[in-house]
């Protein structure tokens, strides 16, 4: 079973909205990653967050992390038709070796 | 700088049949990892190689065996392709000896198609 889960699997919305995908995971993690697949295309990494962060910013994104909850939002403000692409998150769990990756959201940013 | 360069691009195999994936990494990466992915799956790990010298198994390594030729190489064979295995395969490297944080460096994807 996946570690991290996206919510939704599936978003469209507008250019110049705002676009909020959430991650689950299930056991405790050193970092979380969040990744971008074009269509076509292999994963580019966006940004990480460690365990004792809480939020952090680049450019347009904005991502948050509650390890109480387990979970992550990544935010992507005032969005472009360009910001379409699958949008990954990888958590790096306590004690693994290992990167596990969820199942994705794919976002449509229409122009 | 290339990064991380895997061939072929696509690939059609009978049932049966076997075929080697390519990966190469410019980036000087000690860890080097094959995924595949399949809708609604995300990426699952099938095998990964911390350095130079040693491969260990992932999520989904049946069916597959890897070869880490060295730094900068590292191979998927599929000995007896089964449809099962259609999917696209990516390598993917990173600088340290595993995840922990690192930046992981994917490159464009295998997409093989067994019928």
């Known amino acids: 079973s996946q570690q991290g889960e996206e919510d939704p699997q599936a978003l469209s919305i507008q250019e110049g909205e705002n676009a909020t995908m959430n991650c689950s995971y299930k056991?405790?993690?050193?970092?979380l990653q969040w990744y971008r697949q074009n269509s076509g295309r292999g994963l580019v990494h966006l940004i990480l967050?460690?365990?004792?962060?809480r939020e952090k910013h680049s450019g347009r994104l904005r991502v948050t992390l509650d390890t109480s909850k387990k979970s992550s939002s990544l935010l992507i403000t005032a969005s472009r038709a360009a910001d379409t692409a699958s949008y990954f998150c990888?958590?790096?769990?306590?004690?693994?070796?290992?990167?596990?990756f969820g199942a994705g959201t794919r976002l449509f940013v229409k122009a | 700088n290339a990064g991380v360069t895997q061939t072929p691009k696509f690939q059609v195999l009978k049932t049966g049949q076997s075929m080697t994936l390519q990966c190469a990494q410019d980036?000087?990466?000690?860890?080097m990892y094959w995924y595949r992915q399949d809708p609604g799956m995300g990426l699952r790990l099938i095998y990964y190689?911390?350095?130079?010298?040693?491969?260990d198994k992932g999520e989904v390594p049946n069916g597959y065996n890897v070869s880490r030729l060295n730094k900068r190489e590292f191979s998927l064979r599929l000995e007896s392709a089964a449809p099962s295995q259609t999917s696209v395969y990516f390598c993917?490297?990173?600088?340290?000896?595993?995840?922990?944080?690192?930046?992981?460096?994917f490159g464009e994807g295998s997409w093989l198609t067994v019928v």
């Open positions: 990888a958590t790096d769990p306590t004690g693994g070796f290992k990167t596990i």
């Open positions: 056991t405790s993690i050193n970092n």
């Open positions: 967050i460690r365990s004792n962060e």
């Open positions: 980036m000087n990466h000690n860890s």
């Open positions: 190689s911390a350095s130079e010298g040693t491969t």
């Open positions: 993917a490297s990173i600088k340290g000896q595993g995840a922990r944080g690192n930046t992981i460096y």
